[in-house]
């Protein structure tokens, strides 16, 4: 039988890392004198112990890294790192219990930025600093970051790599050895990011606002430091700098890699995938700028193209800010925002969803039946990017799509179980399997998640983190053969 104590040691060495990370809000809280800081100097010791204790306690299990080891690896730290993110939330933030702690960390991990606090500018800066920062950490991934830093994984790094990776096609190189190409995407991660801040502070953003609203930005989470989100800074241009970095982040993280590496912009020009997507949301804002001109919600068609440019992008790069409750629109343009969450951004990006290059491949995938249905001899191979697409990574796509709407189904059913209506229920499945936050209803963009009971906050918990990690990585864990020998 499988054993998954192997693991258990570089899980430690996450938590040390992990730790350390726990430095900036602390800084943040100590330059504030904001009352916090023993709630991250606690948060700090107990997860360097549990780190320091994990890894000496199964030293005797470390053994060479196997393909299964990824997808366990994988798994335990997206549940433990959350645990111990919650750890100065629930000191820090009072009347908080365990389960919300829990739900907000792992909403902010993975990039969700669903929340249950409310009294946001009323909190310690650091909590706030810390709540924005670990989307930051999540929206690059925890395992990339740790490949690219430390020289622990060995053989592992390449199984590791893929199995936190977003999309279908992930057996791409660009360098020879895994830990470089982990280094390049974070150091473009964090390259753009500064730019980010900096363009934030010069629309006139405070610095510590700057820097929480990158986070934010970057890793597409959507988390901000005020109950009003975006509407609090009611400035156009501050809009338009979120709309271009969140339109930034939503595209494969690989591309800008390889256009620093060639130092030429045609490798993101020509793709196929990024084309699709900059027509998409250049589509899509236009269409909801024109329905909301014509339904007369705003008096003229710039306050129009305003509103749409800024929620709908927000929504459907599954970042979640909003400047309006756009939940109030006429119900075409809040229904089709949270459609497109479900697969707009591309795959190597930070947002959610399905990934944009699944519903092409997909949309290939049923022009060739058609096809095939006339011409039944016909040999009409699917392609993408002027490549033949493998077949096993077409059979990957359709299983995955299968597994997506029992997924939606089962969590949508389980909400209304508990008792949540429809509309609340079907549209938290959606927001939280696609990491994209506000739904509408009970969890719309102009309330949050704090109604919910426990059962519903756990299973929107749940529904996060198997959106963030596409649900094949984590559900496989749960068959049989996973575990036998």
Not at 15 to 22: R, Y
Not at 165 to 179: E, L, N, S, V
Not at 263 to 280: I, K, Q
Not at 458 to 482: D, Y
Request: proline share 4%; net charge neutral; hydrophobic share 55%.
């Amino acid at each position: 039988m499988y054993s998954p104590f192997a693991v258990v040691a570089l899980v430690g060495r996450m938590l040390v890392l992990f730790a350390l990370l726990m430095g900036v809000p602390l800084a943040f809280s100590l330059g504030q004198n904001d009352a916090a800081e023993d709630a991250f100097l606690i948060a700090i010791c107990v997860t360097l112990v549990a780190g320091v204790l994990a890894s000496l306690a199964t030293r005797r299990f470390q053994r060479e890294l196997q393909p299964r080891d990824g997808f366990m690896l994988v798994a335990l730290t997206w549940v433990v790192m959350p645990a111990f993110g919650a750890l100065p939330l629930w000191l820090a933030v009072p009347d908080m219990s365990v389960t919300d702690a829990y739900f907000e960390a792992m909403s902010a991990l993975t990039t969700t930025g669903a929340t249950v606090l409310t009294g946001l500018q009323a909190l310690p800066m650091s909590v706030n600093v810390w709540r924005c920062f670990m989307v930051l950490i999540g929206g690059m991934g925890i395992i990339v970051l740790v490949v690219a830093i430390l020289p622990l994984l060995g053989v592992g790094a390449s199984q590791l790599f893929n199995s936190e990776t977003a999309g279908p096609m992930k057996d791409r190189k660009h360098t020879p050895r895994i830990a470089e190409t982990a280094r390049g995407l974070w150091l473009v991660y964090f390259a753009i990011s500064v730019a980010c801040m900096l363009s934030y502070r010069m629309a006139g953003m405070g610095w510590a606002d700057a820097f929480m609203h990158m986070c934010s930005t970057m890793g597409l989470g959507g988390l901000a430091a005020y109950d009003e989100s975006f509407a609090a800074f009611d400035s156009p241009l501050i809009e338009a700098v979120a709309v271009f970095f969140m339109l930034l982040a939503g595209v494969n993280f690989s591309l800008y890699f390889l256009v620093w590496r060639k130092r030429s912009a045609w490798v993101l020009l020509r793709d196929t995938e990024a084309r699709a997507y900059a027509g998409l949301m250049v589509g899509s804002v236009l269409l909801i700028a024109v329905f909301l001109y014509v339904n007369g919600v705003y008096g003229n068609f710039l306050e129009s193209l305003r509103h749409a440019a800024f929620n709908v992008v927000s929504v459907a790069t599954t970042t979640g800010y909003a400047t309006v409750d756009y939940a109030l629109w006429p119900a075409f343009a809040p229904v089709y925002m949270l459609f497109l969450c479900s697969f707009a951004t591309c795959a190597g990006s930070t947002g959610g969803g399905i990934k944009l290059v699944r519903s092409l491949l997909l949309q290939k995938q049923a022009l060739r039946e058609l096809t095939r249905i006339v011409h039944p001899r016909a040999v009409v191979p699917v392609t993408f990017g002027g490549a033949v697409v493998p077949s096993q990574v077409m059979h990957s796509v359709l299983a995955f799509m299968l597994i997506y709407g029992l997924v939606m189904v089962a969590v949508t059913m389980l909400l209304l179980l508990s008792g949540m209506d429809l509309i609340s229920a079907a549209t938290a499945a959606i927001a939280c399997v696609n990491n994209t936050g506000p739904g509408l209803g009970q969890v719309g963009p102009a309330s949050n998640y704090q109604g919910l009971n426990d059962f519903q906050t756990w299973v929107c918990t749940f529904a996060m983190l198997l959106g963030r990690l596409e649900l094949l990585s984590l559900l496989v864990l749960f068959t049989p053969q996973f575990w036998r020998r």
